[in-house]
């Protein structure tokens, strides 16, 4: 279990919270201790680029758990006869440690300190010694400013701010329009920050900002509401939440962090607490990577899943997209194709366009490409490296992708549910599911990565493209099965174990290199038009265990490469909506079954229970069949056509298309 703190990991683990403060007058004696400081295995001074994290490095450590660690001063609500009381509507010039003058309250000695009452001014800390700390109670406090941050923290070592109980504290900045403008938040600070209490706090951040840290910001509790122009809520190294509950409205992004030069920082840390976010960008952004321990998370980016303005023209299959919905865009002779001829005749169909199609190529192999505009961001948890999530409710309602990282996405439980304009959950090389419930209701293609392990756990994807697709952004393949030039080692869709549903418009489970099913049950339904298929790969599909049914059209049927401990079946025949399929054995005893929500014309079956040298009753829609098992790949469909023949490979294809197909984005 790795704890982090502002001063490296290994940090004693989080204290309990004591003596809520219920009022500045009630004044209790807390004894204090001096914090344990860790010591770590990397000096914190040696800082790299984000970009340079050695990626398989970062998971293995955040696999092994990752805690936001809390020192004493944090969890700290009370105060000693010590502290300061100031009414800011009545501030006395005999104050310890405190300089007024302006409707400017500076403080510039280390203690406590209990605000309350109202100013039109600004709270300053800006301590003699940086190496000191304050603690700040608001007790009722309302601080406007329309000229600057109304609580500017210049010079500490950290502050805590403490919500006192059953109080609503208000702060608001106004709208400016100067440029050199450098405390963009209501509450800006230079310096680690630290929110605690079990009071509200209504932050208004009309000018950019709603509340920034340009070191740690760590909230421990309270009710947090902000409303901001710009951000929500950014910290530099970390935002770290432990509890409480949040109402964020931004312009920009919801929470960020924003270090990208140090591989060390630039996290964050939710724990638990209940958090709402409503942005204009990003909903969560880690400039380095976001761990999730448990929580109830509300994401809505942008204009929502339903109303997204995200393009996939530059992203579509260039082969795919240049022949438009026509299934005869290479001709309407299937058979020129299917039966192996030679590129020149493949080219002669009546399409009069299909020598354009073969040029229509997206070259853009960028796998860090935003799909909406350059400037804009719309997804819902985004990080630069890895997102983790180890329990908790996420939903995310997101113009664009609701998960995305240019590394890892890494998921061991917790439950996420995704209405998305783009791809449901994209990382460039990494999905790995062990566990935890997924439900992605609406996406352009459901996971996306270079290589997507499923581990366990259940999986749902609803996607107007593929469910599941492996891709790594350089393989480029009109994927008709093993047509790819360059094929990537890297590129691979394993599941092992789970329960796997996919009902997509394209492919259902789609692989540009290989594909191995190990375990898990799984049901594809696939698409309906035959310029799709249930199951695409481009290398080889091997399968070893577990349950299969992919229903799906019949023009592009890839048959398994190899089946073992069991055997596969391609069958075929004409189902209805709503119309079963069943396999039984010659005892009449049920294999599989299950009832497709749209029509279907072929089923690629696969169950440790189908043995070699059996024959099997097959029924789809009002029609059933016998079929006996010769091998351990066995088809009764068509494979001349469009389909596959030997694992995938439909013969010799023009050059020219096998440059057609980049579907990574």
Same mark, same amino acid.
Do not use: W
């Given at each position: ?171 608001? +900045?106004?709208?400016?329009?100067? +440029? ?31 509340i920034t840290s340009k070191d740690d910001l760590i909230f421990v509790s309270g009710i947090i509401n902000v409303t901001a122009t710009d951000d929500g809520i950014v910290g530099k190294d970390l935002v770290g939440i432990n509890n409480g509950e949040f109402n964020i409205s931004a312009g920009g992004d919801g929470i960020k962090s924003t270090n990208d030069t140090d591989s060390t920082r630039g996290y964050i840390i939710i724990e638990n607490g209940?958090?709402?976010?409503? *942005? ?59 039966? /192996?001829?030679? *590129? ?52 995310? +309602? ?44 609406? !996406? ?27 891709? +790594? ?81 019949? /023009? ?69 069949? !016998? ?39």
């Amino acid at each position: 279990m790795i704890n982090y703190n502002k001063r490296g990991t290994l940090y004693v683990a989080v204290l309990s919270m004591s003596l809520v403060l219920t009022a500045c007058s009630s004044k209790t004696k807390t004894a204090t201790s001096q914090t344990a400081e860790a010591t770590t295995a990397s000096s914190s001074t040696n800082t790299t680029s984000v970009a340079d994290t050695d990626l398989n490095s970062l998971i293995s450590t955040l696999e092994s758990g990752v805690s936001l660690a809390l020192n004493e001063n944090d969890t700290n609500t009370s105060f000693d006869d010590s502290s300061v009381n100031i009414d800011l509507a009545n501030v006395s010039s005999n104050l310890n440690g405190v300089s007024y003058s302006n409707n400017t309250l500076t403080i510039t000695k280390k203690g406590s300190y209990c605000l309350s009452g109202s100013i039109n001014g600004q709270i300053v800390i800006n301590l003699e010694d940086n190496t000191d700390e304050v603690h700040l109670i608001f007790n009722g406090v309302t601080i406007t400013n329309n000229e600057s941050a109304p609580v500017l923290i210049l010079s500490a070592d950290k502050v805590t701010i403490t919500l006192a109980d059953n109080t609503v504290n208000t702060i608001t +900045d106004g709208e400016r329009s100067s +440029d050199n403008e450098d405390y963009s938040a209501a509450i800006y600070s230079k310096e680690d920050l630290t929110f605690n209490g079990n009071g509200t706090l209504n932050v208004n951040g009309n000018y950019k900002d709603g509340i920034t840290s340009k070191d740690d910001l760590i909230f421990v509790s309270g009710i947090i509401n902000v409303t901001a122009t710009d951000d929500g809520i950014v910290g530099k190294d970390l935002v770290g939440i432990n509890n409480g509950e949040f109402n964020i409205s931004a312009g920009g992004d919801g929470i960020k962090s924003t270090n990208d030069t140090d591989s060390t920082r630039g996290y964050i840390i939710i724990e638990n607490g209940n958090i709402d976010i409503t *942005a204009g960008n990003d909903g969560i952004q880690g400039e380095n990577y976001v761990a999730i321990n448990n929580g109830n998370i509300n994401i809505k980016t942008g204009n929502g899943a339903s109303n997204s303005s995200v393009s996939h023209s530059s992203t579509d299959f260039g082969f795919r997209a240049a022949m438009g919905n026509s299934q005869n865009a290479m001709g309407n002779n299937q058979a020129a194709m299917g039966h /192996g001829q030679n *590129a020149a005749s493949a080219n002669t169909g009546n399409n009069s366009n299909a020598n354009s199609a073969s040029t229509d190529t997206n070259t853009n192999t960028d796998t860090n490409t935003d799909t909406s505009t350059d400037t804009e961001s719309l997804k819902g948890i985004k990080a630069t490296n890895v997102v983790i999530c180890f329990s908790g409710t996420i939903n995310i +309602d997101s113009e664009d992708d609701g998960v995305h990282t240019d590394g890892a996405v890494i998921i061991k439980d917790g439950t996420f549910n995704i209405a998305s304009g783009d791809d449901g959950i994209h990382a460039d090389s990494l999905i790995k599911v062990d566990g935890g419930n997924i439900n992605i209701t609406k !996406s352009y293609e459901g996971l996306e990565s270079t290589a997507i392990e499923i581990n366990g756990g259940s999986v749902k994807i609803t996607s107007e493209d593929d469910g599941m697709n492996a891709s +790594d952004g350089q393989t480029n393949t009109i994927g008709y099965g093993n047509t790819s030039n360059s094929q990537s080692t890297a590129v691979s869709l394993v599941i092992n174990a789970g329960n796997v549903y996919v009902n997509s418009t394209g492919d259902g489970l789609d692989s540009n290199g290989t594909m191995t099913i190990n375990g898990g049950e799984i049901i594809v339904e696939g698409p309906t038009s035959n310029d799709n298929t249930a199951l695409d790969f481009d290398s080889s599909l091997t399968i070893n265990g577990g349950t299969l049914m992919a229903f799906g059209s019949n /023009g592009m049927i890839e048959t398994p490469t190899s089946a073992t401990n069991g055997a596969a079946l391609i069958l075929t025949g004409s189902g209805s909506s709503n119309q079963e399929f069943s396999l039984k054995d010659s005892s009449g005893n049920t294999i599989l079954n299950y009832t497709p929500s749209k029509s279907y014309q072929a089923v690629i079956c696969y169950s440790q229970n189908i043995s070699q040298g059996s024959t099997y009753t097959y029924t789809i829609g009002q029609g059933s069949e !016998s079929v006996t098992v010769t091998s351990a790949v066995t088809s009764t469909a068509n494979t001349s056509g469009f389909g596959a023949q030997k694992g995938g490979n439909m013969g010799q294809m023009p050059e020219s298309a096998n440059q057609g197909r980049n579907a990574y984005k």
